[in-house]
C-alpha cells in the first residue's frame, strides 16, 4: 500500500455550498452533491469487557475527503456516540492516529483516493495500547514514559548570552523535534505491539526525545545508562517499522536509535572503557535505575482508578 | 463501593483550566511560586491550538534589526490594535516577550539561527521589524512540546481529556470547578484556591474557521457566569488566508509566514491586488511598487540588511482578510472561490526549508505543489481579540481568585491582533497570570469549600441530556448556530443582520435547552457537544450585542452601515458584557484604560 499516492484523476468542480443537514461539530465538510460515490467503511466498535464488532456505512465521497472526514460524516448520521480522537485536522497534533486496512496512519492525512475504486476501508484503534472505547485508546502510557527521561540540562557556567550554535549544528535536533506525538511508531513498534519482553521498552518515540536531548549542542545531561538499563534500547532491532510509518518523515532508525545504540555501545561495550569501570569498581550503570512504567493490556488510565 | 458516576474530588492550590501555550505558562508560573497546581484539559497534553502556530513568537530580541526594542513593538501593537488595546499590557507584553523568549531556550527550545548563531527573527504583518522567533513554520510545537516538558519536570499533576462545565463561587470568590472525564463520563470536583482559565478562543461559532472542536468559548462562558466581565467582543479576527480546497479542509490556516516569506496575493486576473488597499495613512511604510517589495524579498531570503519596504500583503490581517473579501465579492476570485497565494516563484529548495509544514499541508491535502504555483485561499475565523477582562499585572478578574491568560482574556490586543503576538502574548501574561493566582492562594486560609448546592447542580445538568429521553440532536443545532454566526455575524456587519441574529440565537438557546443525547457518558461526542454549544451560544450572543452596539467600523469590526472609523465617540472605549442582576445579557461600554504619560509620547506621532 503506498502512502499518500498520486492525485486522483480529474478534480470536480467546487462543491456546493453547506445544506443544513445536521453534521458532526468536528465536520468541515459539505454535503456532497447528488450522484457522488460512495465508500463502504468498516468501524471497529467496543469498550473493554463487551465483544467487539465492526460496523459498516456506506459515505459519500467528496474531493479530497480523508478517512477523517468519513468518520465525521459517520458521526454527524448514522452513530453520533462513534468514539473519535481528533483535533487540528491539519496533521499537526498527532491526535488521529488509528489502523486503516491494517496500517498505522494519521486518519485526517489518509484520503479516500488513496484507496482503489470499491476498496473496503477498514479502520480500527491502535493496536498497542488499551482500549477506550471504537477508535479511541488510553495512551497514558507514553506519557509515564516520558516523565522518567531526564530533562534539557544546559551548562551551568556558560551564561546564556553567550550561546551561539549555527543552524547546521541544529538541523538533526530539528529533525526529532518535529516529533506530533502520535504514538504511530509505538503503535507499529513490535516490541511494544506483542509485549516481547519482559522488562519495558521506552519505543521510538521516546528515543526520538532522548536523541533530541542527547544532541542538542549544549545538553550536558549524560543519559546513556537510563537508555541502556531503564529505556531497553537494546530491545530495537532496527526493523525500521518506525520510519516507514511516521508521519513526520522523522528517520527514526537511521537518525535517532542507531546513533544513541551507538552511544550506548561506546560507553558500556568499549573493552578500555568496561576496564576503566572496572577498575573504579562501578557497575554498568550509574546505580539508581529508573523503572519505566509497564505498558499494560488492560484500560484504564492511573489517574482514573476509582477512589 | 463507589459507583461510575460518583465524582471524585481533587483538590489543588491552583487549577488551570486549559493546557495550550498559556496554561502551561501559568501552571510553571504557579508551581515555581510553590502552589499544588491541577492542569485540566480537554485533549491530551500537546495537542492544544498552539501546536498549530506556523509563523512565530514575536519579541524585540534585536537579533535581526539593531533598531528594534520594546517601545516599537509597543507601538507596533497600538497600532495593529487601533487603539483599543489595555496599554499597560502592550507595555508589559513588549518589555517582557524577549525574556520569556529567552526562557523558552533556556528550558530546551531549539529556534532558527541568525548567522552569528543567534536565534533566527523573521518578517510579520504589521511589525516595523523582523521580529518573529521561529522554527521553520512549526514554531507553536516547539513551543508546546518545551513547556509541556518543563511542566512535566515540575511535577503538575495533569489531567488529560477532562471537561469543566462548571465554576463555583462564594460570596469571597471563586471555590473550585466541577466537570468530568471525557474518557469515562465520571464527574470530577476541583475545590481550588484560585482557578486561572486558559480556554482559548471561539472559533467553532463559525462555519469556516481554523480552530479545532476545542475552542468553544468554554473560559468566556464561565467566567461571564461566575460574574466577570468580558470586553471588546465584538472583535472577531478572520485570518486572511484560510485553505478553500479540498471541501474537508476548508478553513485551515495557511501560515501568515507565506506572505511574511515574500508570498504574492493575486486575483483571478492575475492582479497583484493589495497595492490598491493599503491605508492611506500608512502608505509610506510600504514598498512604492513591485520592483522595492522584490528587493525587500531577495534581501529576506539572503538573510540581509535592506531599506526596501516590506511588501503590500505584510499589511493587518484585518485589512488583508477584507481586501481578499471584496476581491471574491467583486467576481475576481478564484475557481474555488478564494484568490491566489503564490511563493512559487521563489527557489523550491528555500520554499520546503522556510514552509515545510505548509508545502507537505498543500502536498497531501489539497495535491497543491507550493514550490510550483499558487495556493487558493480565503479568509476563516481565527482568533478572538475580546475576552475576560484582567488586570494587566496579574491576570486577576473582577471575581477574587479568578484569573485568565491567552486568547481567553480580552484587553491585549485590542480591535486586531497582529501576527506572532499570541505566543508571546500567552507567554508574558501565562507567567504573570501563574504567579498571581499562586499569590492569592497563598493569601486564602482553610480548605477551600464548595457550595454542596452548586455542585449538585452542576451534576445534574451533566446528567440532563442524556435523561430527556426525545429531543433534537445538539449536532443540529450546532450546525445551526455556525451558520447563523457565519452569515450574520462575519466579516462584514450590518445592524438588520446583528438584530436577526439576536432573535435566531434565543431561538437556538431554546433549542439547546431541550437537546437530547444517547449512548451513555463515556467518550460520546454528542453529550460532550452539549456542553460546548451552550458555551458558544453565551460567546456568540456576547460578540453580536456588542458588535450591534459599536456604530462604527474599527480593526476587526466593519460595519456596512457604519463605514467609517469614529474616533470621537468610540475611539476610547471599550465594549463591557456582563451578567445582569435579572440573568440576562448586558451590554455597555468603558473607557479604554489611562496611558501612562510616557507611553503616550511613544504614540505621539500617531494617535492623540
Known amino acids: 500500500m503506498s502512502d499518500a499516492g498520486p492525485p486522483s484523476a480529474a478534480m470536480a468542480a467546487a462543491a456546493p455550498t453547506a445544506p443544513a443537514a445536521p453534521t458532526a461539530p468536528g465536520a468541515r465538510t459539505a454535503d456532497p452533491s447528488p450522484g457522488t460515490s460512495e465508500a463502504r467503511v468498516r468501524v471497529f466498535r467496543g469498550t473493554p469487557g463487551n465483544e467487539p464488532h465492526f460496523d459498516e456505512f456506506d459515505v459519500p465521497v467528496e474531493d479530497g475527503m480523508v478517512v477523517l472526514d468519513a468518520l465525521h460524516w459517520i458521526q454527524g448520521h448514522e452513530a453520533p456516540d462513534l468514539a473519535v480522537r481528533w483535533n487540528c485536522k491539519a496533521a499537526k497534533c498527532g491526535s488521529c492516529s488509528a489502523e486503516v486496512n491494517g496500517r498505522p496512519r494519521l486518519t485526517c492525512k489518509t484520503r479516500l483516493s488513496d484507496f482503489e475504486p470499491g476498496e473496503e476501508i477498514t479502520v480500527e484503534p491502535m493496536r498497542a495500547f488499551p482500549l477506550i472505547k471504537d477508535l479511541v485508546t488510553d495512551v497514558s502510557w507514553n506519557y509515564e514514559v516520558n516523565k522518567t527521561i531526564e530533562p534539557f540540562t544546559p551548562p551551568a557556567d556558560v551564561p546564556q548570552g553567550d550561546w551561539r550554535w549555527q543552524q547546521e549544528d541544529i538541523e538533526r535536533v530539528q529533525e526529532y523535534r518535529k516529533c506530533i506525538e502520535c504514538f504511530l511508531c509505538q503503535d507499529v513498534c513490535h516490541v511494544l505491539r506483542n509485549h516481547e519482553t519482559e522488562r519495558p521498552f521506552m519505543g521510538p518515540r521516546f528515543l526520538v526525545r532522548a536523541a533530541g536531548l542527547e544532541l542538542h549542542p549544549i545538553d550536558q545531561a549524560d543519559r546513556r545508562s537510563y537508555l541502556k538499563d531503564s529505556g531497553g534500547i537494546g530491545y530495537c532491532n532496527i526493523t525500521k517499522c518506525c520510519t516507514e510509518v511516521c508521519p513526520e518523515h522523522i528517520k527514526i532508525t537511521d537518525n535517532a536509535i542507531i546513533p544513541l545504540k551507538e552511544r550506548v555501545a561506546d560507553e558500556y561495550y568499549d573493552p578500555l572503557r568496561w576496564a576503566w569501570r572496572k577498575l573504579r569498581g562501578e557497575g554498568s550503570g550509574s546505580g539508581e535505575r529508573v523503572e519505566l512504567p509497564v505498558l499494560q493490556g488492560e484500560p484504564g488510565a492511573p489517574e482514573q482508578a476509582p477512589d | ?608
Open chain 2, 1 to 608: 463501593m463507589t459507583s461510575p458516576n460518583d465524582p471524585q474530588t481533587r483538590p489543588h492550590d491552583v487549577l488551570v483550566i486549559g493546557a495550550g501555550g498559556a496554561g502551561l505558562r501559568a501552571a510553571i508560573a504557579a508551581a515555581e511560586a510553590g502552589a499544588d497546581v491541577g492542569l485540566v484539559c480537554k485533549s491530551l497534553l500537546g495537542k492544544a491550538h498552539t501546536v498549530m502556530v506556523a509563523g512565530g513568537v514575536a519579541a524585540a530580541l534585536r537579533h535581526v534589526a539593531p533598531d528594534d526594542d520594546w517601545k516599537v513593538h509597543f507601538r507596533d501593537t497600538m497600532v495593529g490594535g487601533k487603539y483599543l488595546n489595555n496599554p499597560r499590557m502592550a507595555q508589559l507584553h513588549a518589555l517582557e516577550s524577549p525574556d520569556r523568549v529567552r526562557e523558552l531556550e533556556a528550558w530546551g527550545a531549539v529556534f532558527d539561527r541568525t548567522r552569528d548563531g543567534r536565534i533566527l527573527q523573521r518578517s510579520f504583518g504589521g511589525h516595523t521589524h523582523p521580529r518573529l522567533a521561529h522554527v521553520g513554520d512549526r514554531t507553536g510545537l516547539e513551543m508546546i512540546r518545551t513547556l509541556q516538558d518543563r511542566a512535566v519536570a515540575a511535577g503538575i499533576q495533569v489531567y488529560m481529556e477532562c471537561t469543566i462545565t462548571k465554576l463555583t463561587t462564594s460570596a469571597a470568590g471563586v471555590t473550585g470547578a466541577v466537570g468530568y472525564w471525557r474518557t469515562t463520563g465520571r464527574p470530577i470536583v476541583f475545590p481550588a484556591r484560585a482557578v486561572v482559565l486558559a480556554t482559548g478562543g471561539i472559533g467553532r461559532a463559525y462555519e469556516i474557521t481554523s480552530n479545532s472542536w476545542e475552542y468553544s468559548g468554554d473560559g468566556h462562558a464561565l467566567a461571564y457566569d461566575a460574574g466577570a466581565e468580558l470586553i471588546d467582543m465584538e472583535f472577531v479576527q478572520f485570518h486572511p488566508t484560510g485553505m478553500v480546497w479540498p471541501p474537508g479542509v476548508r478553513g485551515l490556516l495557511v501560515t501568515e509566514a507565506v506572505r511574511g516569506e515574500g508570498g504574492i496575493l493575486r486575483n483571478a486576473a492575475g492582479e497583484r491586488f493589495m497595492w490598491k488597499y493599503l491605508p492611506e495613512e500608512r502608505r509610506q511604510e510600504y514598498a512604492a511598487d513591485d520592483a522595492e517589495a522584490a528587493r525587500w524579498v531577495t534581501a529576506l531570503s539572503q538573510s540581509k540588511q535592506t531599506d526596501a519596504r516590506r511588501p503590500p500583503e505584510l499589511s493587518t490581517r484585518d485589512n488583508v482578510a477584507r481586501a481578499i473579501y471584496n476581491e471574491v465579492k467583486e467576481g475576481r476570485g478564484s475557481p474555488h472561490g478564494g484568490v491566489f497565494l503564490d511563493i512559487s516563484y521563489l527557489p523550491a529548495e528555500h520554499v520546503r526549508r522556510k514552509l515545510p509544514s505548509m508545502y507537505e499541508q498543500f502536498k497531501e491535502l489539497a495535491d497543491v505543489d507550493i514550490t510550483k504555483g499558487p495556493m487558493e485561499i480565503g479568509p476563516t475565523t481565527h482568533y478572538v481579540m475580546g475576552g475576560i477582562k484582567v488586570d494587566a499585572d496579574s491576570g486577576a478578574t473582577r471575581l477574587a481568585g479568578l484569573y485568565a491568560a491567552g486568547e481567553v482574556a480580552g484587553g491585549m490586543h485590542g480591535a486586531n491582533r497582529l501576527g506572532g503576538n499570541s505566543l508571546s502574548d500567552l507567554l508574558v501574561f501565562g507567567a504573570r497570570t501563574g504567579r498571581g493566582a499562586a499569590a492569592h492562594a497563598a493569601t486564602v486560609d482553610g480548605e477551600p469549600h464548595q457550595d454542596p448546592v452548586q455542585v449538585r447542580g452542576a451534576l445534574r445538568d451533566l446528567e440532563a441530556p442524556l435523561e430527556r429521553g426525545s429531543g433534537e440532536s445538539p449536532y443540529a443545532v450546532m450546525r445551526a448556530l455556525q451558520v447563523v454566526m457565519q452569515q450574520r455575524v462575519g466579516i462584514y456587519r450590518i445592524e438588520e443582520d446583528l438584530d436577526a441574529a439576536l432573535i435566531e440565537l434565543a431561538d437556538l438557546r431554546r433549542r439547546w435547552a431541550d437537546v437530547c443525547v444517547d449512548g451513555g457518558r463515556a467518550y460520546n461526542p454528542g453529550w460532550n457537544t452539549v456542553f460546548e454549544l451552550g458555551n458558544l451560544l453565551t460567546v456568540s450572543e456576547a460578540i453580536t450585542r456588542s458588535a450591534r452596539q459599536r456604530t462604527e467600523s474599527r480593526g476587526a469590526h466593519s460595519r456596512l452601515d457604519f463605514p467609517d472609523t469614529d474616533d470621537e465617540v468610540w475611539g476610547h472605549r471599550n465594549s463591557v458584557i456582563a451578567k445582569g442582576d435579572d440573568g440576562r445579557m448586558s451590554v455597555h461600554t468603558a473607557p479604554v484604560l489611562d496611558m501612562d504619560p510616557e507611553l503616550r509620547t511613544l504614540l505621539a506621532a500617531d494617535h492623540r
